[in-house]
């Protein structure tokens, strides 16, 4: 990219963030510009940074944003433009808890970057950071400990100017778009994503410092303690689900695990471990790979396999369900719900569900309607029910004024655990009475069947 003509790379990057600015929103190009311009400014490179290209790569974002912008505006409005740009951010950026934020948020982050995050910790040495920094070849601590080093590295990386310039920019990217995130009380963990391909760049320069480092300095160490690390807890993990799976049936019941995975997944991990211990006991110019490869096949393996287990194994569908509350009512039923309904349970029921307005009089309920739907949620009562979804969402009545008849009630969550929410599916009791009833309690109490219900 070096030798990119400014048109391309300042084209190039704008496009880019047009197009992430359409998926994210303000976020992409607001990394894009401030992050960029600070370390132009930072390295007084102001020709690259003031000229006619960065117009024309501006330009070409506003084009972009244009393309869909105006049809949008035009169609939805201003207030619906407003709130598409700045809406859930102002959503997220409030005083309340941000001092437990601050703290947490961090954490978070920590967490979300295993198995490399602890790698990170290195930097908190200035000898770590010393082998980061832009010195010219042959000057410095970091050129001392790294010409010192009896390890040969797979991928030789300069000293001096070339890793600076990459360092410059991960280290300001990171101070630029972090506070964004860890000072707003809303901010979730995701939303740091972004910026995760470039923290991948800044891990794997440190690797490539640390393992390479020479013997005694506190670099080698912490590549070493990070080798033993993840040995011993990978190690670990392989012996409980391996006895697991052999010994208990019971815990391996309530790993969700088929006893099949359980002794291939302790089969790598013992691999795993033996390729670390290789990496840690006999330094070559090969340790470096065998140990991150061989993190990274059980982080990959716990990801797309335990965790998938898990989730496979606590996974809710209301594909069934649906399907035979569907088949089972009358036919050309007009199906209707009140206040908006879960978008799960509306994609699988296929056909359209009229949206109304919470009936608070008999009045309010049209003549032809039989059957309806409804949202109950944990923490609905008598006075209030949430409704609504996302940003647009408020309270209604909890009681409907006429006489009617719960038929089916259909969790839409995506896992089972606790509270669940549901869809409740109801039938009006006909000749229409007033009455007041609580919809936030199921009225069943014996096994039902839906037609069972209907005929009724």
């Not at 010409?147 to 360092?167: D, F, H, R, Y």
């Not at 090969?286 to 716990?302: D, E, N, Q, T």
Request: hydrophobic fraction near 50%; glycine fraction near 8%; charged fraction near 15%.
């Amino acid at each position: 990219m070096r030798s990119w003509p400014p048109l391309v790379t300042w084209t190039a990057g704008f496009a880019l963030a047009a197009l992430a600015a359409l998926v994210k929103g303000p976020q992409a190009p607001v990394y894009f510009v401030a992050i960029t311009s600070v370390y132009l400014v930072w390295r007084r490179d102001w020709r690259f940074l003031f000229r006619w290209q960065a117009a024309a790569g501006a330009a070409a974002f506003v084009l972009i944003i244009a393309l869909w912008q105006i049809p949008f505006y035009m169609k939805a409005g201003w207030d619906a433009t407003v709130a598409t740009w700045s809406g859930l951010a102002a959503d997220r950026i409030h005083l309340r808890g941000v001092l437990s934020h601050v703290f947490t948020y961090p954490v978070e982050t920590f967490v979300c970057l295993l198995p490399w995050s602890p790698i990170l910790v290195a930097l908190a040495s200035r000898e770590t950071r010393a082998l980061l920094l832009p010195l010219p070849i042959g000057q410095g601590r970091g050129e001392a400990v790294l010409s010192q080093s009896n390890v040969p590295s797979p991928c030789p990386l300069p000293a001096g100017e070339g890793i600076g310039k990459a360092t410059t920019f991960l280290f300001t990217a990171m101070l630029i778009a972090y506070p964004t995130v860890w000072l707003a009380a809303g901010a979730r963990g995701r939303y740091f994503m972004p910026l995760y391909p470039l923290v991948a760049v800044l891990v794997g320069l440190v690797i490539e410092r640390c393992s390479a480092a020479s013997r005694g300095t506190y670099p080698r160490r912490a590549w070493h303690q990070f080798l033993l690390l993840w040995g011993t807890f990978i190690g670990m993990c392989g012996l409980l689900l391996a006895g697991a799976t052999l010994f208990t049936a019971d815990l391996s019941a309530r790993l969700y695990q088929p006893r099949w995975f359980g002794l291939a997944f302790a089969a790598i991990a013992f691999g795993a471990v033996y390729l670390l211990w290789s990496a840690f006991r006999r330094p070559n110019r090969f340790a470096p790979l065998m140990g991150v490869s061989a993190i990274a096949i059980i982080a990959a393996l716990g990801v797309a396999g335990f965790m998938m287990n898990i989730n496979v194994a606590r996974w809710n569908n209301p594909t069934t369900a649906v399907a035979e509350l569907k088949n089972q009512l009358p036919p050309r039923t007009k199906l209707v719900s009140f206040s908006p309904i879960e978008h799960r349970f509306a994609y699988y029921f296929g056909d359209p569900i009229a949206e109304l307005i919470w009936p608070r009089t008999m009045a309010e309920l049209p003549p032809d309607i039989n059957y309806f739907c409804f949202m109950r949620q944990p923490g609905d009562t008598a006075a209030a029910r949430k409704s609504g979804r996302g940003r647009t969402e408020y309270t209604t009545p909890g009681t409907l004024p006429f006489a009617w008849k719960e038929l089916m009630s259909i969790c839409v969550e995506r896992q089972t655990y606790g509270d669940q929410r549901t869809v409740v599916l109801g039938r009006v009791v006909r000749p229409l009475r007033a009455t007041v009833s609580d919809v936030t309690k199921p009225q069943f109490r014996r096994a039902d069947t839906v037609r069972q219900s209907i005929v009724r």
